[in-house]
């Protein structure tokens, strides 16, 4: 499938005038449960912005025999200080989305890297907002991503034109830390972080788009942040963790009934994870356990088949793949 909107709009990105919003600014939000947390305003200094983790994103080729994936040679990465997260690779496959942080304005805003030139530009720069979580909506037409407006908490699931305009809120719950669209874009699973000026419980919410007022369904307490559509776009992947434990364990949630199902828990104490569905339609996951990069298809059990420590690689979180299955992005330490 192609998608020649996209990729003209995004080959021709400049950056945005300061009247965008979008969700994270030196106010604490849900990356403050992870690893990727800002301080909370009261805990920085009143005249300076609060500081960011230093994260890097790194892309691998990513090689399969047999049904069995392997991280071959490192194609570039994203090496800057200071906060660079959260990847998502284009439907085309020749760029990566990311939210980047200003480690002066302690705002973030929405980056895009070439991959075949390493160089990459600004999607969003508005310096009294942020934006997180850069996907392209299902319909391949929007650019979607979090918004918090200046001074805010976490916020919305925005909808955006490829240059940042006609922003649009694509549901009224808020604050929300993390989401994803049905594939008909008629829902929207949002991990809630409770009520405005509170911090918790958070939970997983339904929000169908299509009545007035939007209907929204709790589907479960304590998710993780990792969420991802099906490859029919049908359902989402999900997971909920113990609280005694740490562990999580994988569902998948049926958008139009609202039903979710257990699938397999994740190795050790990793919320993080990425599906990856095949032409057939099976569907591979890989994760982080104890320093490596785990595998495992839809029937089977993790296997260890990336050292990162080997690679010199730390403290790994966020995984992306692209959509022809090629390529791998990693967020790690810098």
């Known amino acids: 499938m192609k998608y020649p909107a996209f990729g003209i709009a995004l080959l021709t990105l400049t950056a945005c005038s300061a009247q965008e919003p979008v969700e994270e600014t030196p106010a604490e939000t849900p990356e403050a449960v992870v690893e990727d947390a800002q301080p909370a305003p009261e805990e920085a200094a009143e005249d300076a912005a609060p500081a960011m983790p230093g994260n890097d994103i790194f892309i691998y080729a990513l090689e399969w025999e ?9 194609v570039t990465q994203v ?20 939210t980047a942080g200003d480690n002066e304005s302690g705002e973030t805003d929405i980056w895009r890297l070439d991959i075949a030139s390493g160089n990459s530009q600004p999607v969003t720069r508005t310096p009294v907002e942020s934006e997180y979580s850069p996907r392209i909506a299902p319909n391949g037409m929007r650019l979607s991503y979090l918004l918090q407006p200046e001074g805010g908490y976490a916020g919305n699931a925005a909808l955006a034109r490829f240059d940042n305009s006609e922003r649009e809120l694509a549901h009224e719950l808020a604050p929300v830390g993390y989401y994803v669209f049905s594939g008909d874009m008629n829902h929207v699973a949002v991990f809630y972080l409770g009520e405005p000026g509170s911090v918790g419980p958070f ?29 029919r776009g049908q359902a989402a992947y999900f997971s ?21 199902e257990v699938l397999f828990d994740l190795p ?10 095949a032409p057939d339609d099976t569907v591979d996951f890989l994760s982080t356990n ?9 029937e089977g059990t993790w296997q260890a088949i990336f050292d990162l420590a080997g690679a010199g690689h730390t403290g790994v979180t966020r995984l992306a793949v692209s959509p022809d299955r090629s390529l791998i992005a990693l967020v790690a330490e810098e």
Do not use: C, K
Request: no cysteine.
């Open 268 to 277: 050790g104490t990793s919320q993080d994870f990425v599906s990856i569905g």
């Open 66 to 74: 047999d049904g069995v994936p392997s991280l071959g040679e490192r």
């Open 290 to 298: 104890d320093g490596q990069i785990v595998w495992r298809n839809d």
């Open 203 to 231: 939970t997983l919410q339904l929000i169908d788009r299509t009545t007035t007022p939007e209907t929204v369904t709790q589907i479960a307490e304590n998710p993780g942040r990792t969420l991802y559509r099906t490859p």
């Open 79 to 98: 090496d800057r200080p200071g906060y660079d997260n959260q990847p998502f690779f284009t439907p085309d496959g020749t760029a990566l989305l990311y």
């Open 240 to 260: 909920v963790g113990d609280a005694e434990t740490g562990a999580h364990t994988v569902h998948t949630l049926d958008f139009a009934s609202g039903t979710a």
